[in-house]
């Protein structure tokens, strides 16, 4: 029985088809008795035991957390293999398609701070909880059929078990990190760190472009982005009020005390703008 | 608050402290185990007896555990700090959870004692990313989880603050996280000399910080005195002093061990002045004084001679300074003390030709100015 088989067995599923095989992780939709779900798994590797446990007691706070805009976990955490090769856990099934593939044109404010509120409404849950996603982007932001927004991958489990670390032992994706990432020990991110991540989908969406491209060097990619170098909003949207400009930067600001703490301050900010 | 007055092993320190309180110079005064007894012993009024004297007109008291002051090297002057019930094991033992958790509680509980805020302690931070840095933020975390409403305390060594501001950035960012109600913020140096061995890149990251911090709750400056002046311009709502250079300096050398009966420190009898944002010494006032009155006068005017008289001199000038920066809003603010450093740039040249005095603008003003200014131009100022 493969590792795959197994996971489906534990968590009582049954394979539809595979939407994401990677070295590190694998995603397939899968259906509980009727009802469409997607099945994650990752492969542990050298992962410490603790880590595992930790991990099981995430994969059960993100599936206590209640939000419209966070996408819902539908079991615990399940293990395969003795010892452990992999972990595997169950999500709702999303309709709609990643943010991703929304990107390019400019999008209008009022557009904009729809998403972005909805958003940090999903991130506010989590940070409630004490939980900080470490991973927003792009790819991690549903949009829904019917216009609404999903946080998703808090990957909890994938972070915790080191199956996607990259820059300082922190997960993330090049041009969408925070500049914590680049810090350990007490610097390492936060949820003023997801509040970047806000503000980064949130000049994307208006410009066309994230703030700090990675561009293949990687040398120069961490210079800018620990001084959070970037062209400035206002030169790709002329038309936004100084208003709407100083809350995206506020977002992206370089010292995280000076961002909206978190996603329940950004959200406040974002009504407040209204 | 505005000005606060840091605590000393002077037996002076009730009374002048109360007479500055009394004269509205002072908002009220910062208690420490390191100066001050629990109770009374012979020549030193204890701290309850100090805070019982301060709530009885009214002003602010504040007991600092100075638990960073155990980190600094060579500590080893316990002859007050021994009495008080800190620690639930050996003093400075912080290992654990628990140790932690015991600490805090057991400074919380002297604090109610005197009838004081909650102020979390401290741990001394050389850089703010590494395993003490993770240590302090786990330190203050547990004080939050005491007590929501208290204070939090970042200590940090010179070279701390200097640090690269990503990573000095980020470290604040957490502890920012917490949201205590307010801050206490010490800049630690080797030896609590005046002027300090300060460098534009300290400055530059006190700024940074207290800009961030002070967004959301007041900020004070620890032994700041008129090295905390960027800082207030920044957004610090107060600042540490006293007559005392260990008062206006947080430095190592106030904590070594003594030898017994021997008072240590010194009286500080220079004269500030405020168009120099700066001192002189008695004899170097004196010279000013007399070759050119008229220069004195306006730089000053020079008080009476006397320790006494130095220090209400100077607290009126920090008073002042402080309560004009607060008046204005940050980029104000930060103009003014840009322009006051700039005026003082261009009156040191003259006093120290006068006077020979060895410190001139390059240690007074200078790293200031140039720290403030790195931080305006942040700012797009």
């Known amino acids: ?274 | 608050m505005s000005v606060l007055i840091e605590a000393s092993p002077r037996n002076a320190f009730p009374s002048w402290t109360l007479e500055a309180v009394g004269s509205g110079d002072a908002q009220g005064a910062v208690i420490a185990p390191f100066e001050v007894p629990p109770t009374d012993v012979p020549h030193h009024k204890g701290a309850e007896a100090m805070a019982a004297a301060l709530h009885d007109v009214g002003a602010d008291v504040w007991f600092d555990p100075m638990t960073h002051g155990l980190q600094m090297p060579n500590v080893g002057d316990f002859r007050f700090y021994d009495a008080y019930d800190l620690w639930p094991g050996p003093p400075g033992d912080l290992w654990t959870p628990a140790d932690q958790e015991g600490h805090v509680r057991r400074v919380f509980a002297v604090q109610d004692h005197l009838g004081a805020r909650h102020l979390g302690p401290a741990i001394l931070l050389h850089h703010p990313a590494s395993e003490t840095s993770q240590s302090a933020l786990e330190l203050s975390h547990t004080a939050m989880e005491l007590d929501d409403q208290c204070w939090l305390s970042i200590a940090g060594t010179s070279a701390c603050w200097s640090s690269a501001a990503s990573a000095l950035d980020a470290h604040i960012g957490a502890l920012a996280q917490l949201e205590p109600a307010g801050w206490f913020l010490t800049v630690a140096r080797h030896i609590s000399i005046l002027p300090g061995d300060a460098s534009q890149e300290e400055v530059y990251g006190l700024c940074r910080t207290v800009r961030a911090l002070s967004e959301y709750a007041p900020v004070y400056i620890s032994h700041g005195d008129l090295a905390a002046l960027p800082a207030v311009a920044a957004g610090a709502t107060s600042l540490g002093t006293g007559w005392d250079p260990r008062q206006r300096v947080c430095g190592f050398n106030s904590y070594v061990a003594r030898d017994p009966g021997a008072e240590g420190g010194s009286w500080y009898t220079r004269p500030t002045l405020r168009g120099l944002l700066g001192s002189l010494k008695p004899n170097e006032a004196a010279i000013l004084n007399s070759r050119d009155p008229a220069l004195a006068h306006r730089l000053g005017p020079l008080p009476a001679p006397g320790a006494h008289e130095a220090f209400n001199r100077h607290l009126e000038i920090l008073n002042e300074v402080v309560s004009t920066l607060e008046g204005l809003d940050l980029q104000d603010a930060y103009r003014w003390l840009m322009d006051a450093y700039q005026n003082a740039q261009g009156e040191w040249p003259r006093v120290v030709s006068i006077t020979g005095t060895p410190q001139g603008a390059e240690s007074w003003i200078t790293p200031f100015q140039a720290g403030l200014g790195r931080y305006g131009a942040d700012e797009g100022w």
């Open chain 1, 1 to 274: 029985m493969t590792a795959e088989e197994e996971a489906r067995q534990q968590l009582g599923v049954v394979h539809v088809a595979d939407m994401k095989r990677g070295g590190q992780k694998h995603v397939e939709r899968v259906e509980r008795g009727t009802e469409a779900m997607v099945m994650k798994m990752v492969i542990l590797g050298t992962s410490r035991p603790d880590a595992l446990e930790r991990a099981k007691r995430e994969v059960e706070l993100l599936a206590s957390l209640s939000s419209d805009h966070v996408v819902r976990v539908e079991s615990r955490l399940v293990t395969i293999g003795a010892p452990p090769e992999a972990a595997a856990w169950l999500e709702e099934h999303l309709d709609g398609d990643d943010l991703t593939q929304h990107i390019g044109s400019p999008w209008s404010w009022d557009d904009t701070v729809q998403m972005a509120h909805q958003v940090a409404s999903g991130l506010a849950v989590a940070h409630g909880k004490g939980v900080v996603h470490r991973d927003l982007s792009t790819n991690n932001v549903r949009c829904l059929a019917g216009g609404d927004y999903k946080v998703m991958d808090f990957g909890f489990a994938r972070f915790t078990l080191r199956s996607a670390l990259t820059m300082a032992g922190q997960p993330g994706t090049p041009g969408l990190h925070s500049p914590e990432h680049l810090q350990g020990y007490s610097g390492s991110p936060t949820p003023a760190s997801d509040v970047f991540g806000v503000g980064i989908l949130m000049y994307a969406a208006l410009s066309g472009e994230v703030p700090i491209p990675y561009r293949g060097d990687e040398a120069d990619y961490i210079r800018r982005l620990s001084k959070v170098e970037y062209v400035g909003l206002e030169v790709h949207r002329p038309d936004l009020s100084p208003e709407q400009l100083a809350l995206v930067a506020r977002c992206l600001h370089r010292q995280p005390a000076r961002r909206y703490h978190n996603g329940t301050r950004l959200v406040q900010g974002l009504e407040t703008l209204s």
